[in-house]
């Protein structure tokens, strides 16, 4: 395996698609809701800003513990990372400039990063399967409904995605370069201060560099040597961290007796020190298998260093409160999901979720290459296994091995039965990109084949003269339905589901996040009477208080928690919540909605009102 | 051994099949349109309700979740539908319409007949407007109603019972008797879900303890089915906490303190729980009502007890 660098008109492209998913989603976004976490993601992030305003103006205060928690203690069960880039960003564009309004200006990173997909997505899929198959898989990412839904949001989900995906390509690249090494030891501290899927990446990528390292130093003994001190460093350190916890207590005295001047900081600075020195006195024996291990070195130093810095909560009581966010994750609570007409509420959850969820939400005729690109790479890699099968598949290479083993860690962490199933699809993002990448050589795969066999008849016809239309014909489907659904995408249900009335049918959970009240706000500011009490069911009172300062809801309309309280009532039609439609009729003693979103047919928002309040 | 042959054939196979998944892709969005309802045609279904439907008829969608159709039908007129709703008697109705969306994907007309046809025959042909069908049918699974506690509710005599027989009324304030206590405790007809399906059922909170909240109903004929239906709403009835307790819900003749009707739900019990007895002739009898959990957390129940008929499909 080893990575190699893009060409110049490679980067052209990578920007180019850059350019056009950031663009795309900055014209949109205003149709978009703001999602339950968003806008606490928002409430946090201007708080956030509060503190570097703080720390511009009065530092020494800013600094201190308590105007640290004052700022950050909001909302953090997750890291800082894209909560500050929103505050800065809202700062920037929108408190200073005056550029955007208060929505955009806060999803603007998110867009920035997201728009990194399909270009890392293009420069990976490139190198290994030829332009036209990296091509195949930018294009295809943002086509995705829900993909694209995501994208737009200022959460963290599509970010992390991204990260993900920036880590592979920086440990891909660190194959030939160090330098992208020591960059995927900073992009893995990244990913960390952005959600802590990053926590996963470790699994996915040391193994692809201890097989490096271990094939390029078979025929040097010394480089074999160096390879096992530096292995054996880390397993000394995790050893002698195993023994601290057992002689501590367990984990509680563990972290109790975790200062800045422990064994604990200690062995992380000889981990630290002692595999930069191993790492320098192996590279001038081998170059190779140097560059296999710095990504590995650089993530174990730059993770926890660029997490703990980046963060300002953790900075007094970095231990504690580092426990308690991984505590958070590690017994998070279950949210009902509907699930092929099944209310599930509590684990164990059904294994093929995960698959079954992907399948019925990923446009079929972009799902069905990436079935086959998999299949076709777990097909040669088992293939491979036999000499005589061997003389007629080409073996996977190492780099198509680590965008394989992406494409499922993803999904298949998220398939554990006890592991919390709501949330649609976008737990299990940072697998998408690689199994577009494959989408991208199943396709261009055919392609080839096809205009060799063109070729032989009318040996002028353009390998583009395929290229072309084939891929039209893939995208297109995705494109229209992604124009269809839009901006309602986690209602979004592929062809094979039977689009939206199939998967209601099926009894599939259609919306999670409130977002699609958007489409009943215009109703309900054209008909509500001035000062209405109005109960936007499922949508906290932070996005309440967006769509009103977004111009999206008018001013004078006044949140109230129950149908009761409520002049107007939009109930989201979820199966877990009916009993607040009911609620809704005893209330207003009408069971005849006003109006609603209904998304081909589906009922996705339901407005009441009540009969002596209607005009 | 190599096999050119196939290795070059295999990538042109998968392209097929690949060009043909996005070309039936594309046909699926091209159709889609065409098999939903316009406004008209649901203008149309309403038109033909107000014109010929009767007090007592019912609306059942097919699909269950096509709710849409709340927006035009007549609100005079009931409409049923909810997961699972297909296989549901609807005893309360002898004619039910069905509103059908047979065109939309995924609609299995066979499955949705092979549930809600058993004791039913259509009373003529369905009539189309645009996708939608709409056809009536003799509901033979209807039982006339001769009484109804949600429906009496406001003559009933309520009040929480001890152990000992003692009792402490709840007064009637004109929209629901209101026991002493938490703010919970009072027994009036509300609209509630269990198990996703919507009822029309007195609300009768489990009071917690060994106490029972009681409501008494005069005039509950004899010669007749006595049945109780009820369970825990919403949320509440999924959780199998062993903190939680089995929630009681009875009928009790209140001249004998016989016990004519109970049905425990147990916490995890989901759904609405039944119980009939057949009540000898005889003049109409006064009955308790009552609920009764040892701890009232999540017991909040909604039930119903009424005097019926047999199945009018069952008769003769």
Not at chain 1, 239 to 256: A, I, P, T
Not at chain 1, 457 to 485: D, I, N, Q, S
Not at chain 1, 510 to 537: D, E, M, Y
């Amino acid at each position: 395996m080893t990575g190699r660098a893009a060409t110049r008109d490679e980067k052209r492209l990578a920007w180019a698609l850059w350019a056009l998913a950031f663009v795309a989603l900055c014209l949109t976004e205003s149709a978009v809701g703001f999602t339950r976490d968003e806008s606490v993601y928002f409430a946090a992030a201007e708080g956030y800003a509060g503190w570097f305003r703080l720390l511009f103006h009065a530092p020494t205060q800013a600094l201190s513990d308590a105007a640290i928690v004052r700022a950050w203690d909001y909302n953090h069960e997750h890291p800082a990372l894209m909560k500050t880039l929103f505050g800065l960003s809202h700062l920037l564009f929108h408190d200073t400039l005056g550029l955007v309004r208060d929505a955009t200006a806060f999803r603007l990173p998110a867009f920035a990063l997201a728009a990194m997909i399909p270009a890392l997505s293009f420069l990976l899929g490139s190198a290994l399967y030829g332009r036209a198959a990296g091509l195949f898989a930018a294009l295809s990412f943002l086509l995705v409904p829900r993909q694209y839904f995501n994208a737009e949001l200022a959460c963290f989900d599509m970010p992390v995605a991204a990260m993900w995906l920036l880590v592979v390509y920086c440990f891909w690249r660190a194959m030939e370069d160090s330098r992208w090494g020591v960059g995927c030891g900073v992009a893995f501290g990244l990913a960390l201060a952005t959600k802590h899927n990053a926590l996963f990446l470790p699994f996915a990528l040391a193994p692809f560099a201890l097989w490096r390292a271990w094939t390029e130093s078979a025929s040097q003994p010394e480089a074999r040597a160096r390879l096992f001190r530096f292995v054996g460093l880390f397993a000394a350190v995790a050893g002698l961290y195993g023994l601290l916890v057992v002689s501590l207590g367990g984990l509680d005295g563990f972290q109790r007796k975790f200062f800045l001047l422990s064994p604990h900081t200690l062995l992380f600075a000889g981990m630290a020190s002692g595999g930069a020195w191993l790492l320098k006195d192996l590279e001038p024996v081998s170059p190779r298998v140097t560059r296999a291990l710095v990504p590995l070195a650089a993530m174990a130093v730059f993770g926890p260093v660029i997490f703990y810095l980046h963060w300002p909560y953790l900075w007094h009581q970095p231990v504690e409160r580092t426990a308690w966010y991984l505590a958070f994750h590690a017994t998070h609570n279950h949210y009902a999901w509907f699930y092929l007409g099944t209310l599930m509420r509590a684990p164990p959850f059904p294994l093929t979720y995960v698959v079954v969820k992907t399948a019925l939400t990923v446009p079929t005729s972009l799902f069905a290459p990436m079935v086959t690109g998999l299949a076709a790479l777990a097909g040669r890699s088992v293939l491979a296994l036999s000499p005589r099968a061997r003389e007629w598949v080409r073996i996977p290479t190492p780099a198509e091995g680590l965008v394989g083993v992406n494409a499922v860690l993803s999904i298949l962490v998220i398939s554990h039965p006890e592991v919390p199933h709501f949330g649609g699809v976008k737990h299990w993002l940072p697998s998408m990109p690689f199994l577009g990448i494959l989408a991208g050589a199943a396709v261009v795969r055919g392609c080839d084949a096809l205009w060799e066999h063109v070729k032989e008849r009318r040996p002028t016809v353009p390998r583009v003269a395929v290229l072309v239309p084939v891929f039209a014909l893939l995208l297109a489907p995705a494109l229209w339905a992604l124009t269809r659904v839009f901006p309602y995408g986690t209602a979004y249900y592929s062809e094979l589901a039977g689009g939206l009335p199939g998967a209601a049918t099926l009894g599939m959970q259609r919306q999670f996040w409130s977002s699609h009240v958007t489409g009943v706000l215009p109703w309900i500011n054209a008909h509500a009477k001035p000062g209405a009490r109005i109960f936007l069911h499922e949508v906290n009172g932070f996005s309440f208080r967006d769509y009103q300062r977004n111009g999206m809801l008018r001013e004078d309309l006044r949140a109230v928690g129950a149908p009761s309280e409520a002049d107007i009532v939009a109930y989201q039609y979820h199966q877990e919540f009916r009993e607040h439609e009911f609620l809704t009729w005893e209330a207003f003693g009408t069971r005849t909605p006003v109006t609603g979103l209904y998304v081909d047919e589906t009922p996705q928002v339901v407005v009441y009102q009540r009969p002596e309040e209607r005009e | 051994m190599r096999s050119p042959r196939l290795t070059r054939a295999l990538p042109l196979v998968e392209l097929g099949g690949l060009l043909l998944v996005a070309l039936l892709c594309l046909l699926f969005h091209l159709r889609l349109p065409g098999r939903l309802p316009s406004e008209a045609d649901y203008r149309a279904v309403a038109e033909r309700l107000r014109a010929e439907a009767r007090p007592g008829d019912a609306v059942l969608l097919f699909p269950w979740w096509a709710e849409r159709a709340r927006l035009y039908l007549p609100p005079e007129i009931p409409i049923y539908g909810w997961l699972a709703s297909d296989k549901a008697d609807l005893s309360a109705h002898p004619r039910i319409w069905v509103l059908g969306q047979p065109e939309l994907p995924r609609s299995d007309v066979s499955a949705f007949d092979a549930a809600f046809l058993p004791g039913r025959k259509a009373a003529g042909p369905a009539t189309h407007a645009g996708t939608l069908t709409l056809g009536l049918y003799e509901n033979g699974r209807y039982r006339p109603r001769r009484w109804v506690a949600s429906e009496s509710f406001a003559r009933a005599r309520v009040y929480l019972e001890q152990q000992d027989g003692s009792r402490r009324e709840c007064p009637f304030d004109g929209r629901a008797h209101r026991c002493p206590g938490p703010p919970y405790l009072y027994v009036a007809p509300e609209w509630h879900e269990i198990l996703y399906e919507p009822r029309h059922c007195l609300w009768m909170h489990a009071p917690g303890g060994p106490q029972r909240l009681v409501a008494e109903f005069d005039d509950v004929p004899g010669g007749l089915g006595l049945r109780l239906e009820g369970g825990i709403i919403f949320e509440f009835a999924h959780s199998k906490d062993p903190r939680l307790s089995t929630a009681h819900l009875g009928v009790d003749d209140a001249a004998s303190n016989a016990r004519l009707l109970e049905v425990p739900v147990p916490p995890g019990r989901e759904g609405v729980q039944t119980s009939e007895v057949i009540l000898p002739p005889g003049p109409p009898r006064t009955v308790k009502v009552w609920v009764q959990a040892d701890n009232a957390d999540s017991r909040q129940v909604c039930l119903d007890v009424m005097a019926l008929e047999p199945t009018v499909g069952g008769r003769g």
